[in-house]
């Protein structure tokens, strides 16, 4: 039948016309299309390493995209700055038989800056080629390429980003001179083609075709532990006169001493400051407080990017100066203030946000995107994010807790790790006064103390510092979690601590709150909050699975009933322990009062494939409790 169709296919296109069928649909393997939205026809990466400061990558790619599920896949993103700079760009579009619809000229090509709403300065700029159709399928062809002043960083491949997108035929080349060789991990991948690529020079190459990608599994490893890949990054290599290695993480940190050398030194009359603020205090950690809030007072977060200024901060003189800087110059700044009054803090990478918590400690690269300070103590080590005016003093939270770090030190980099917040320190406790009335609306007397990265739960850490008090609302309203309701009051507060807190109060009036049917009313007392998310079973699992939350919530829910109802139903305590977590419910009626005490502790942590049924089944059972009815009868 494909046959029939691919010999149809390139009959209409000679009928047609057309000088040269390309890439026709119908030549697509048809185990390649099932299930899928797009297919990459071809996909060509060819990195050259010319020398230590100088490096040439080509991209091809052709993609049929199939449905308008995969329309995004005729949109391509090259970025560009003083340091790259594209040599070419080519593009065109076919139709289903294969014939050329489009070729892509310069006026197709939009140039603009990359620079985010929070930048101050950025020489970043992208070029976009949008090569997105109105009818399915079609396919579209890119080529360009790209030449670079440094060897800082080789890009990588992955066998599939999207496991709706198969391939045909895949191909990675990477070719050097024999004295820069680069350094590889490969992950499910075979050892590469090794051949000479001219006088002096080698190369290596991996090649794959007709590749099915395995479906993304839920709470799974990043995809670079789930996904075929390889990451590569040079050996030796410069960065605008800046020479350095990668073959160590030693040998990275001393690379960043060089950068930061001499950008440490206060004015004159700041050190006077940081001397007289500290003077009187005995405690070193005190100390690191003082400085730290100081920092946050006279500074504010802007994002810097231009050139070697992505990677060396700006020195603490000009930062005190100006009051603002990035990440780097932040923590820069930090570090000096801390040196001043003899008290050595460190400059540390680490990436912030969900990815990368887990690379490589065996392969050395620049994985990170973010900068920190670390403050050894005897005792433990006090960590300050500097691009916050509101961080509580020694919390990390969410953004960059419990993930490898790179600390430059002395002798070079050392990899650490930084604070892990365990589920105890991580808690909402809810207590609300139900008053429900006859018609089962009800009045609500609620407290929510947070703790820990609960205090950041939908960005409420912020709110917590503004006095936009519609957005506190907004926050409020999505976190009470019922159909109907009405906020008639509410009250903030947070204490910062190494372990912050938040409280919220509010007054709200439900509506619905319980279901009345005849002469029986139904109530569920978990009003708020009842867990709804249970994923999907698997017949296999192949990959481990990976909980990053840690948390306890704690419920309290006291409901006032009418006199007249008396229960006829009163669920029994519900117990359940799993390598996952525990949940506890309990029950109780007295004098018409309604006493329901909820617990549910989640671990997180790296568990057996085989343990996925059993998180499954846990899920299922804290929903079933959570939505768990009790029956008042009206006995007048």
Not at 33 to 61: C, H, N, P, W
Not at 214 to 233: C, H, I, S
Request: aromatic share 12%; hydrophobic share 40%.
């Amino acid at each position: 039948m494909r046959f029939r169709f691919l010999l149809i296919s390139v009959l209409l296109a000679y009928a047609a016309g057309a000088a040269e069928v390309k890439y026709p649909v119908g030549a697509i393997p048809a185990e390649l299309t099932e299930g899928m939205y797009a297919v990459v026809r071809l996909q060509e990466q060819d990195f050259q390493i010319v020398s230590k400061s100088k490096s040439r990558y080509r991209f091809k790619r052709v993609i049929t995209v199939l449905n308008s599920q995969g329309k995004d896949h005729g949109v391509f993103v090259i970025g560009y700055d003083k340091e790259r700079t594209i040599d070419f760009v080519e593009g065109a579009v076919y139709d289903a038989l294969g014939k050329q619809v489009k070729k892509v000229k310069n006026s197709d090509i939009i140039d603009r800056s990359s620079t985010s709403g929070y930048s101050l300065y950025e020489d970043n700029r992208i070029k976009i080629v949008d090569l997105r159709q109105d009818y399915y399928p079609y396919t579209v062809e890119i080529e360009y390429q790209v030449t670079s002043k440094l060897l800082y960083s080789i890009p990588g491949f992955y066998l599939y980003e999207d496991d709706e997108v198969s391939a045909e035929q895949l191909s990675y080349q990477i070719s050097y001179p024999v004295l820069l060789k680069p350094r590889y991990k490969a992950f499910r991948c075979p050892e590469p083609e090794r051949a000479a690529a001219g006088k002096d020079l080698e190369a290596l190459s991996w090649k794959f075709s007709n590749v099915k990608p395995d479906k993304f599994e839920r709470y799974a490893p990043e995809v670079n532990r789930v996904v075929p890949n390889v990451a590569l990054a040079p050996a030796d290599f410069e960065y605008d006169g800046y020479a350095g290695s990668m073959n160590s993480w030693q040998s990275i940190g001393q690379w960043q001493l060089q950068l930061n050398a001499g950008r440490d030194v206060l004015p004159e009359a700041t050190r006077s400051k940081v001397r007289q603020m500290t003077a009187n205090l005995t405690n070193d950690r005190e100390k690191i407080r003082v400085l730290y809030e100081f920092m946050q007072s006279k500074t504010r977060y802007v994002s810097i990017q231009l050139g070697i200024g992505g990677l060396q901060p700006f020195d603490a003189k000009t930062v005190d100066e100006v009051g603002y800087g990035d990440c780097k110059a932040l923590s820069n700044y930090m570090v000096a203030l801390l040196k001043e009054v003899g008290i050595k803090g460190y400059y540390c990478w680490v990436f912030g946000g969900d990815g990368m918590k887990h690379l490589s400690p065996d392969f050395p690269v620049d994985y990170f995107n973010h900068i920190i300070v670390a403050v050894p103590q005897k005792k433990d080590t006090v960590w300050l994010e500097c691009t916050s005016q509101i961080a509580p003093f020694g919390f990390l939270g969410d953004f960059t807790s419990n993930r490898y770090a790179l600390m430059i030190t002395e002798e070079g980099g050392k990899l650490v790790r930084t604070p892990h917040y365990a589920a105890d320190a991580n808690q909402q406790i809810r207590v609300a006064k139900v008053d429900l009335q006859p018609t089962g609306d009800a009045q609500v007397a609620m407290m929510m103390n947070f703790s820990g990265t609960q205090t950041e739960n939908g960005g409420l850490d912020a709110l917590m510092a503004s006095s936009q008090t519609t957005e506190q609302k907004k926050w409020l309203e999505r976190a009470i979690d019922f159909p109907s309701f009405t906020v008639k009051s509410f009250s903030m507060s947070a204490k910062k601590s190494e372990i912050p807190t938040s409280t919220v109060l509010a007054d709200i009036e439900l509506r619905k709150a319980a279901t009345i049917n005849g002469k029986r009313l139904f109530i569920t007392p978990n009003i708020f909050g009842r867990f709804a998310h249970v994923p999907e079973k698997l017949e296999v699992r192949k990959n481990p699975v990976v909980r990053n939350a840690a948390y306890v919530d704690t419920d309290t829910i006291v409901v006032k009933v009418p006199q007249t109802f008396h229960p006829e139903f009163v669920p029994t305590t519900v117990s359940i322990k799993t390598r996952f977590g525990e949940y506890w419910a309990d029950y109780k009626v007295e004098n018409n009062t309604v006493y329901y005490i909820r617990r549910l502790k989640m671990l997180d942590g790296e568990f057996p494939p085989e343990s996925y049924s059993e998180l499954v089944e846990f899920f299922k059972s804290i929903s079933k409790a959570d939505n768990t009815k009790m029956v008042f009868v009206n006995k007048t």
